[in-house]
């Protein structure tokens, strides 16, 4: 995929939230029965269950924490919270659900009050 069509990218999520980065594992979201895709519009309503979080690899002996956060809070033309923390999972291993992993952080339901805001997972190594 070309640099100008990522998602990632177009959303300001690379820049904003991250540096570049080569993805090297797979990352699954599953709001309900609905998977999420980067750059994927949702309503509130839909993200207020925890969601399912499958980690890829092949090696159960590789851990990986799951991070959430909101770059937009409180709005997003002014994000004095920025970076907010929704939910912190670690020690997940490689091939298995952020269930299999400690929980820092529960999940707090995303409750947007102004403006679109962007949700963002990240997966660290």
Known sequence: MSRERDSLIVGRVIGDVLDPFTRSVSLRVTYTSRC??????????????QPRVEVGGNDLRTFYTLVMVDPDAPSPSNPQLREYLHWLVTDIPAT??????????????????????????????
Do not use: D, M, Q
């Not at 299999?100 to 997972?121: A, D, K, M």
């Open 36 to 49: 999420i895709t980067n750059g994927l519009e949702l309503k509130p309503s839909v993200v207020v269950e």
């Open 96 to 125: 298995t659900a952020a269930t299999f992993g400690s929980e820092i952080v529960c999940y707090e339901s995303p409750r947007p009050s102004l403006g679109i805001h962007r949700f963002v997972f990240v997966l660290f190594h």
